[in-house]
């Protein structure tokens, strides 16, 4: 079946400017997650939706970020007010209840350039 | 709460020899535990997970990683590198859906 995918691939933008990036989990995952790599980095854990309950925002880096998740299925992270240091890949997973515990897929990521 | 400390930031090792990388976790229960690798420019993929079955874990291309509990330990191995297990490898620990991750092993291979 079809993995997570995220849109755009590649995305340059002027410093300044507003960004949004797309996630589209698999088909039936609960739990949505997005995180931040910058070049040669770990992740960087931004936000966690599960379900219905209110997303984690512990990790969202300043209040020019923000997240949401339409009906429990794609999400979309903004970025207002680009700035150079927003630079970086960023990624989306999705898990699911495997057994016991759940398992956690990722996509392709988003790699963005602020100029 | 639940963290993992990956003891080495990069590990150098020559084709055919065995592969050792040390991952420690801190949890406050039986902990579900993984390992993901992510080759240059490509996304993070899945080697294996442990989940309270059995204590060696089999995963993808050849790895394994033995959960210990007395020692607090998740360390991924491999009898003989291959020129293409070089990239970075994460530890990761879970607390339900929340998933902690290690700062990663780049790991290097010599021809």
């Known amino acids: 079946g079809a993995g997570v995918s995220q849109s755009p691939s590649n995305k340059v933008t002027e410093k300044g400017k507003d960004v949004e990036l797309r996630c589209d989990p698999i088909s039936g995952h609960t739990a949505l997650y997005w995180y931040r790599q910058s070049l040669g980095q770990g992740l960087e854990f931004l936000i966690y939706?599960?379900?219905?309950?209110?997303?984690?925002k512990s990790g969202l880096p300043s209040d020019r970020f923000s997240a949401e998740r339409t009906g429990g299925s794609v999400s979309t992270l903004t970025i207002q007010r680009t700035q150079q240091e927003d630079s970086a890949v960023y990624l989306c997973a999705s898990s699911y209840l495997a057994g016991s515990s759940y398992e956690q897929y990722f996509g392709p990521g988003t790699r963005l350039t602020v100029t | 709460a639940q963290s993992v400390t990956q003891l080495d930031s990069h590990v150098s090792v020559s084709e055919g020899t065995p592969v050792l990388l040390r991952c420690n976790y801190s949890?406050?229960?039986?902990?579900?535990l993984f390992w993901y690798v992510q080759h240059p420019n490509k996304g993070l993929q899945l080697l294996l997970k442990y989940t309270s079955a059995a204590t060696l874990v089999k995963g993808i291309n050849g790895f394994e990683a033995e959960f210990k509990k007395s020692e607090t330990s998740f360390h991924l191995t491999k009898p003989s590198a291959h020129m293409s297990d070089a990239a970075e490898y994460f530890c990761?620990?879970?607390?339900?859906?929340?998933?902690?991750f290690g700062t990663g092993t780049s790991l290097t291979v010599i021809p």
């Open positions: 990761v620990v879970s607390d339900r859906s929340q998933f902690y």
């Open positions: 949890s406050s229960y039986s902990p579900s």
């Open positions: 939706f599960q379900g219905n309950s209110a997303p984690d």
